[in-house]
């Protein structure tokens, strides 16, 4: 957009950062910017869009950007309040609520998350009544200020959602007490969880002009939920084709759910080959898939949306693709890992995450240690440890999609992230201008100084020194300063992923990484080695959390001080709440916790699985990756990774209109052993939905997927979150005792759930 203003339906996101902002004179002598014109012409067309008076041409969707502007609405209301009494009631409740649910689950057998959308909907009942509920006239204003707003809406959610999870730090604190015998006191657990999110929260701020701003970066995770914040608020509730859908689909869900999830079981995985013969074990492997561990689904089909997901109705179309090119090399690397017998594969189970002894028995990790260190001596005695081969291939895939992920984004994306770089320093005199219809409404708002997160980085990495000092984690300064500096490069370089084409499938992959520097850095110490992970993965997360938080906040038109003051708030609370609830659960429930199997209430199967993590690397690393050792190829394959886009990057200087570009390297390898853990019927069906939404129905009726697609993505989703959670209360045992449905050929509790035989233990 250097010499004129292009027309919105062909708005060119190479140009949506620049270092110019053209300026005419209008009629009256004003000065008008092309931003503003491109803002006046885009409610222009979507007012068209909204009357019907719009063509299919001008529906279409073409390329994956424009639903920030074709599904999205730029409306905004610059006088409603963002931050009122219903605000902070609602915020703080419902992260209060979110904070207790989430640490309470990580100490469950059934491991669940609190769900984001099920807080939406939760808090969008609530809003409204305390709306009708409330009174209104005189002194009583302050407290109901009118209509539940969007604003109001946004502010509880990513306040809520922020609190609603168990943070990393908290399995650092759980695992010291339990198996360490370290109880950190209260104001150090504290202010080591608020820290580790606070770095987080500070490279975002420093990465949002580049993450957040333009139009390129639209953030595909969060188009549904803005897409659902602006139909609840901005349509009329009684006549809107798009509010009656929502209700709809979510009801019918909300009953569906129901049956794949309890009454009928099988139908979380159909697979004719099990159904023919469910005793074979390579059947199990290559078809079966409904229980966790169990295989990798090939031709299986799934009907239970709770493991589906609605990512395969809003993932870009090239997203999807890559992803699909990915699984099919699973298929074929796993399999030929395993049946080729290498490193002795068949000795161990086909999928599993833990790590075993030369008899294929699990490893005693536990017993390698002397006052929490790796004992040589103790080492000779157990003998050489091994993973299962799908697992030591999904470390090797994982380690070859970091490495590609380097040269990718700063190959494809190094002229957006250029002039960005460029505002750090202190002699540059040209501004970063952003160009995006959504952030031209922003402008009415204060921003936030970039100097706030500079202080707030600042003053995280002190609290981050301080609590690994006195934690006694045995992590060295300079180790955390290495580690932080690299977590703050892999967030620019995943963010960039997650806000120009929604990949995420990184967190699993990231924290082995960590996990491995760490052990380079100071070998033998599994505490210091969770601490590594910790301050590399942790703030990474937060990072990218909050920039699609961020995100959320200019679509829906939050002013960015009040998006900030709403993490910050939500983080606190959720830190302390974790706390709380993790001090008062391992005190009473030590001994289940502890135990192997813990009990019907309460299982420690997340703490022992990341101190096994820890052990493994923090212990093992050497013995295990080493350049003699049996994996030896793991640590490589980052720096193989680093040169496996060029035959892409090549044949696309030869052939620049193949369309070379939209194969993504990192994508193609992060998905090459997706299957080798969980459950993985959903993968099918995924492809298949996925295709149909952002291909048949995206081109040949795009007037229904620019209106419909992303509400309906969210009702499937909403409905089934909110059924979910009640059935966890009511029959699946998070509140005490579980309530099996009658056993029936559809719920055979001999076999796995698709009727293969039982995966292996």
């Known amino acids: 957009m250097a010499d004129a203003v292009v027309p919105v339906q062909q708005f060119d996101e190479k140009n949506s950062i620049s270092d110019d902002s053209i300026e005419k004179k209008g009629i009256d002598g004003v000065e008008v910017t ?431 020194q301080a609590t690994n000092y006195e934690g006694h984690s045995g992590l060295p300064w300079w180790a955390l300063t290495v580690i932080l500096f690299i977590s703050l490069v892999l967030s620019l370089l995943f963010s960039t992923l997650a806000a120009t084409i929604g990949f995420k499938e990184f967190t699993t992959s990231a924290n082995g990484f960590y996990q491995m520097i760490t052990a380079y850095m100071v070998p033998g110490q599994p505490i210091a080695n969770m601490y590594g992970a910790l301050y590399g993965q942790h703030p990474q997360g937060q990072c990218i959390a909050m920039l699609g938080d961020l995100k959320l906040g200019q679509y829906v038109k939050l002013p960015p001080r009040v998006t900030f003051s709403m993490q910050i708030l939500g983080t606190v609370v959720g830190a302390i709440l974790n706390y709380v609830m993790m001090v008062t659960i391992v005190d009473a429930n030590r001994d289940a916790l502890l135990s192997i199997s813990g009990t019907r209430l309460w299982s420690g199967q997340n703490a022992q699985g990341y101190n096994s993590n820890a052990i493994s690397w923090g212990g093992l690393a050497p013995q295990m990756f080493g350049a003699h050792s049996i994996y030896h190829m793991v640590p490589i394959c980052l720096a193989i990774g680093v040169f496996l886009p060029l035959p892409f990057i090549v044949a696309w200087y030869i052939w620049p209109k193949a369309g070379f570009e939209n194969f993504s390297t990192p994508i193609i390898l992060q998905y090459s052993c997706f299957l080798s853990v969980g459950i993985n019927t959903s993968v099918n069906p995924s492809m298949v939905i996925g295709l149909f939404s952002q291909w048949w129905v995206r081109t040949r009726y795009p007037r229904w997927f620019t209106k419909y697609n992303y509400i309906v993505a969210a009702a499937l989703d909403g409905g089934t979150q909110v059924i979910s959670f009640i059935l966890n209360f009511a029959v699946f045992g998070a509140s005490g005792t579980p309530h099996n449905f009658p056993e029936w050929w559809g719920n055979d509790f001999s076999l796995s759930a698709d009727r293969c035989a039982l995966p292996e233990n």
């Open 34 to 464: 092309d931003d503003a014109i491109m803002a006046k012409e885009v409610e222009e067309f979507e007012e068209r869009l909204q009357n019907d008076d719009a063509t299919d041409d001008e529906y279409r969707v073409q390329e994956a950007y424009e639903v920030a502007i074709k599904v999205l609405s730029t409306r905004d209301d610059p006088e409603l309040p963002s931050l009122t009494f219903r605000t902070f009631v609602l915020g703080l409740g419902f992260s209060a609520f979110g904070a207790v649910l989430a640490q309470i689950y990580y100490f469950k057998p059934q491991t669940l998350s609190v769900s984001t959308l099920f807080l939406l909907v939760l808090s969008y009942w609530f809003g409204n009544a305390m709306e009708m509920a409330l009174p209104s006239r005189g002194i009583f204003r302050w407290i109901n200020p009118g209509p539940f707003n969007i604003k109001e809406h946004v502010a509880i959610i990513i306040m809520s959602s922020t609190a609603a999870v168990s943070a990393t730090a908290i399995q650092v604190i759980s695992v010291q007490d339990l198996y360490y015998d370290n109880k950190m006191n209260a104001g150090l657990a504290i202010f080591t969880l608020i820290g580790s999110q606070l770095l987080g929260y500070g490279y975002a701020g420093l990465l949002q002009d580049l993450l957040v701003k333009p139009t390129k970066c639209f953030w595909p995770s969060t188009i549904s939920t803005a897409n659902l914040f602006q139909a609840l608020h901005f349509d009329n509730q009684m006549t809107s084709k798009r509010v009656r859908l929502f209700w709809t689909v979510f009801s019918i869900m909300f009953v569906w759910e129901i049956i794949p999830q309890w009454i009928f079981p099988l139908l979380t995985g159909i697979s004719i080959f099990c159904l023919a013969n469910n005793t074979s074990t390579v059947f199990r492997n290559v078809f079966g898939g409904a229980s966790n561990n169990e295989g990798m689904g090939l031709l299986s089909w799934c009907f239970d949306w709770n493991l589906i997901g609605s990512d395969c109705l809003f993932s870009p179309l090239w997203l999807q693709i890559n992803q699909d090119i990915g699984i099919f090399l699973t298929y074929i690397l796993m399999a030929g890992v395993y049946y080729g017998n290498l490193w002795r594969a068949k000795d161990f189970p086909f999928m599993s995450q833990a790590i075993f002894a030369e008899d294929g028995s699990q490893y005693n990790q536990t017993a390698l240690l002397t006052d929490g260190k790796f004992d040589p001596v103790k080492y000779e005695q157990l003998g050489p440890a091994f993973f299962s081969a799908t697992n030591a291939l999904y470390l090797m895939t994982s380690n070859l999609s970091l490495g590609a992920t380097f040269t990718h984004v700063f190959f494809w994306h190094w002229q957006d992230i250029k002039p960005f770089l460029k505002t750090f320093n202190p002699w540059n005199k040209t501004p970063l201008v952003v160009h995006d219809p959504h952030y031209e409404k922003m402008k009415v708002y204060k921003q936030i100084p970039r100097w706030w997160y500079f202080a707030l980085l600042a003053a995280a990495y002190a609290i981050a």
